[in-house]
């Protein structure tokens, strides 16, 4: 049965809200959510760092906001000719509830003849320590990263989540070049843990991939073929990792029981295609890039997918499609969508001659004679797409954009 116009409509909404992690961590984990500013990148931009204690406060009124009494117990860094010491007080223009000796943080940016200080961040001794050891933002990424792994489930959540955040800013290639630190046993643990943030497992999977051996591929597996019809957080890591543990021999489980397989729930599906674009990145050889273009072009038969697979066959200059997406294209229950996303295929496949000019673009003076046949087919394509619909290649022509 094929999905009506709402029921598409619908999933793509859904594809939206499920890209967003991974557009906001382009330069990040690609499996974590969007990457927010660390506690160590917050004392890096910071000119006053101190650790104080909480000793009075004076509630809101409404004339008034109020006043919080705080006492310098450590300074951690200050501007050149600072005036800061231990015991010395510092007070702000509004209320923070507390108690007597509770500990917090305040973060100073400097301003004309004062300091403007940000809310008091509540600290326990351990995280304090954390805090103040962190290597700072300008050492070498992989080195900083050695500290953190450290600290991804310690029983603080405040240092936890700070860990976590570290990852989720790294890159990939600075992650996996710490392999050989990342903890393996542990991983497995918090593959399997309920107590484990489901976030988290996105990053988790794809560690044990890098560092894990043959016998974690079952778990990993296992994790995968669980029969579920929820949404799973992390599961695209997992599948990930898996890959880069077992190559083709795994991309075929994932195409059998994710991508072929009609009754798998969509969100697994989708995780499934994230898994594939990992590896066309940063799969780094470990499965051929044509055995990932036959896998991505397993989802053209997915309505809910379409426009997303042909933007993704486009970039992986996969130009044996050009017949089939023509054929989708009369296929009435398409939408406008995957309608302007073949007609971008098509664009880019004639811009793909194989020269480029002094710029790095494309040659458009290559003579018609020597243009590989995707060029020719695709420029045919085009032609005849005009001819049949011409508005939607317009609209499609206004946006597109090519590197």
């Given at each position: 049965m094929r999905p009506s116009r709402f029921s598409i409509a619908i999933s793509g909404l859904v594809i939206a809200a499920m890209l967003l992690p991974v557009i906001n961590s382009a330069n990040g984990c690609p499996f974590c959510s969007a990457p927010s500013l660390t506690l160590s990148e917050q004392v890096a931009q910071a000119d006053a760092v101190v650790l104080v204690n909480w000793v009075s406060g004076q509630q809101p009124k409404l004339s008034a906001p109020g006043a919080t009494e705080f006492e310098v117990a450590e300074v951690v860094q200050q501007p050149s000719g600072g005036k800061l010491v231990k015991g010395s007080k510092i007070s702000l223009e509004r209320y923070r509830a507390g108690k007597r000796g509770e500990q917090f943080m305040l973060f100073g940016t400097k301003v004309p003849d004062s300091m403007e200080w940000s809310s008091p961040l509540e600290v326990s001794k351990s995280a304090?320590?954390?805090?103040?050891?962190?290597?700072?933002?300008?050492?070498?990424?992989?080195?900083?990263?050695?500290?953190?792994?450290?600290?991804?489930?310690?029983?603080?959540?405040?240092?936890?989540?700070?860990?976590?955040?570290?990852?989720?800013?790294?890159?990939?290639?600075?992650?996996?070049?710490?392999?050989?630190?990342?903890?393996?046993?542990?991983?497995?643990?918090?593959?399997?843990?309920?107590?484990?943030?489901?976030?988290?497992?996105?990053?988790?999977?794809?560690?044990?991939?890098?560092?894990?051996?043959?016998?974690?591929?079952?778990?990993?597996?296992?994790?995968?073929?669980?029969?579920?019809?929820?949404?799973?957080?992390?599961?695209?890591?997992?599948?990930?990792?898996?890959?880069?543990?077992?190559?083709?021999?795994?991309?075929?489980?994932?195409?059998?029981?994710?991508?072929?397989?009609?009754?798998?729930?969509?969100?697994?599906?989708?995780?499934?295609?994230?898994?594939?674009?990992?590896?066309?990145?940063?799969?780094?050889?470990?499965?051929?890039?044509?055995?990932?273009?036959?896998?991505?072009?397993?989802?053209?038969?997915?309505?809910?997918?379409?426009?997303?697979?042909?933007?993704?066959?486009?970039?992986?200059?996969?130009?044996?499609?050009?017949?089939?997406?023509?054929?989708?294209?009369?296929?009435?229950?398409?939408?406008?969508?995957?309608?302007?996303?073949?007609?971008r295929y098509m664009l880019t496949s004639t811009r793909d001659t194989g020269e480029k000019k002094t710029d790095g673009s494309p040659s458009e003076t290559t003579p018609a004679a020597e243009l590989p046949a995707h060029v020719i087919k695709g420029q045919k394509c085009l032609e005849e797409l005009e001819r049949k619909d011409p508005k939607t290649v317009t609209e499609a022509k206004r946006f597109f954009l090519l590197k």
């Amino acid at each position: 049965m094929r999905p009506s116009r709402f029921s598409i409509a619908i999933s793509g909404l859904v594809i939206a809200a499920m890209l967003l992690p991974v557009i906001n961590s382009a330069n990040g984990c690609p499996f974590c959510s969007a990457p927010s500013l660390t506690l160590s990148e917050q004392v890096a931009q910071a000119d006053a760092v101190v650790l104080v204690n909480w000793v009075s406060g004076q509630q809101p009124k409404l004339s008034a906001p109020g006043a919080t009494e705080f006492e310098v117990a450590e300074v951690v860094q200050q501007p050149s000719g600072g005036k800061l010491v231990k015991g010395s007080k510092i007070s702000l223009e509004r209320y923070r509830a507390g108690k007597r000796g509770e500990q917090f943080m305040l973060f100073g940016t400097k301003v004309p003849d004062s300091m403007e200080w940000s809310s008091p961040l509540e600290v326990s001794k351990s995280a304090y320590d954390y805090i103040r050891n962190s290597p700072k933002p300008d050492l070498p990424a992989a080195d900083r990263l050695k500290y953190f792994v450290k600290y991804l489930e310690t029983s603080d959540k405040f240092i936890s989540d700070d860990a976590f955040g570290e990852f989720a800013n790294a890159k990939y290639s600075d992650v996996a070049m710490i392999a050989a630190e990342l903890p393996r046993d542990q991983l497995r643990k918090w593959l399997t843990s309920k107590d484990v943030t489901p976030g988290r497992t996105g990053l988790y999977g794809m560690m044990l991939g890098l560092c894990g051996k043959p016998e974690d591929a079952k778990l990993m597996e296992d994790k995968i073929l669980e029969k579920t019809d929820e949404f799973r957080l992390g599961i695209d890591g997992i599948m990930g990792g898996y890959l880069l543990l077992t190559g083709e021999n795994g991309l075929g489980l994932i195409e059998d029981q994710k991508l072929k397989n009609k009754s798998a729930p969509f969100s697994e599906t989708y995780a499934a295609m994230q898994a594939v674009r990992f590896m066309w990145t940063y799969g780094d050889g470990k499965i051929s890039l044509n055995r990932l273009r036959e896998s991505m072009r397993l989802l053209l038969d997915r309505p809910e997918l379409a426009d997303l697979v042909i933007a993704d066959l486009s970039r992986m200059k996969d130009w044996s499609v050009q017949d089939k997406l023509m054929e989708l294209y009369d296929d009435e229950a398409n939408i406008p969508s995957v309608k302007r996303a073949i007609v971008r295929y098509m664009l880019t496949s004639t811009r793909d001659t194989g020269e480029k000019k002094t710029d790095g673009s494309p040659s458009e003076t290559t003579p018609a004679a020597e243009l590989p046949a995707h060029v020719i087919k695709g420029q045919k394509c085009l032609e005849e797409l005009e001819r049949k619909d011409p508005k939607t290649v317009t609209e499609a022509k206004r946006f597109f954009l090519l590197k």
